[in-house]
């Protein structure tokens, strides 16, 4: 048997490329190799939002609600520091989810155009350009059910009494702790009115020394004014169902109910109202 020599290097640049045989691999290697680099992320989409003060844009991941059962938390503040704090300290909670924050109102809403709401906003007053009070209304009616809470330096009368009446559900200080604010927005979600202390106490003294001008009967049932008043009490839903013997779902159509005939949208507008006009004590 005569053994063939090896091609000399001329030979071998002469020669056609080796052709190699296709390994064969399994469909899902095949399939995991042929995807893109950069898969988009189940259940996650990715906006650019509005440039903020300084020049650079704002990017968040919006959570669908496949990727997660937590209540989702926005906050508009225009301080970068305390954002990043206090969304870390969302974050962090195993009941909460905070995906992005915005330095002004308008970022906001231009997101809220685009986007599902949030289940709850955290709202500074002295924003640059539209401020948080003025910002409430339009944030509402956007976003209907989404509860707004008042997150400020402000403590002056005139400003407490303006957001609750715009629609805030919650008034809390910039000194409160970060954890407490976690809980403040968990209380909103079961029905509660977080209002700092101090904010309290002044707004029962500011509703105590403004006179109604008028009483004036809304059509409140008998059961719709023992509700009303348990909620100036201070109790959420579930305390009231279990004082009345109702259930949680007959208490919250009854909560509709007074909402739509004072003509407002939050609990504590309706607190607001009654405490304000003296409606409980009407006959």
């Known amino acids: 048997m005569i053994r063939k020599s090896w091609p000399t290097s001329e030979e071998a640049l002469s020669l056609p490329p080796r052709r190699k045989k296709n390994k064969k691999y399994p469909a899902s290697e095949r399939q995991a190799a042929q995807a893109p680099n950069h898969a988009p992320l189940t259940g996650f989409s990715v906006r650019l939002g509005l440039p903020n003060r300084g020049g650079d844009g704002i990017l968040f991941l919006m959570k669908t609600a496949a990727a997660t059962s937590k209540p989702v938390v926005w906050l508009i503040e225009d301080h970068a520091d305390s954002r990043r704090v206090l969304a870390r300290v969302l974050n962090r909670s195993a009941k909460l989810a905070c995906p992005c924050t915005f330095a002004t109102c308008e970022e906001a809403l231009a997101a809220l155009k685009t986007n599902p709401p949030p289940?709850?906003?955290?709202?500074?007053?002295?924003?640059?350009?539209?401020?948080?009070?003025?910002?409430?209304?339009?944030?509402?009616?956007?976003?209907?059910?989404?509860?707004?809470?008042?997150?400020?330096?402000?403590?002056?009368?005139?400003?407490?009494?303006?957001a609750i009446c715009a629609g805030a559900s919650g008034y809390l200080l910039k000194n409160t702790d970060e954890e407490a604010i976690a809980t403040a927005v968990r209380e909103v979600l079961d029905g509660g009115s977080p209002i700092n202390p101090r904010v309290a106490r002044m707004v029962l003294n500011m509703f105590a020394s403004r006179a109604a001008p008028h009483k004036q009967e809304y059509g409140l049932s008998a059961r719709e004014r023992e509700v009303l008043e348990l909620m100036v009490q201070g109790l959420?839903?579930?305390?009231?169902?279990?004082?009345?013997?109702?259930?949680?779902?007959?208490?919250?159509?009854?909560?509709?109910?007074?909402?739509?005939?004072?003509?407002?949208?939050?609990?504590?507008?309706?607190?607001?109202?009654?405490?304000?006009e003296g409606i409980l004590s009407t006959s």
Not at 253 to 261: D, E, Q, T, V
């Open 119 to 162: 289940d709850v906003i955290l709202l500074d007053i002295g924003l640059p350009g539209m401020n948080g009070i003025e910002g409430i209304p339009l944030l509402k009616n956007l976003a209907p059910a989404t509860h707004v809470i008042i997150l400020t330096v402000f403590d002056d009368q005139e400003k407490v009494f303006n």
């Open 236 to 276: 959420i839903k579930k305390e009231i169902a279990a004082r009345l013997n109702l259930s949680y779902h007959t208490v919250d159509n009854h909560l509709r109910s007074i909402y739509g005939k004072l003509q407002v949208h939050t609990r504590g507008g309706a607190v607001a109202k009654a405490v304000a």
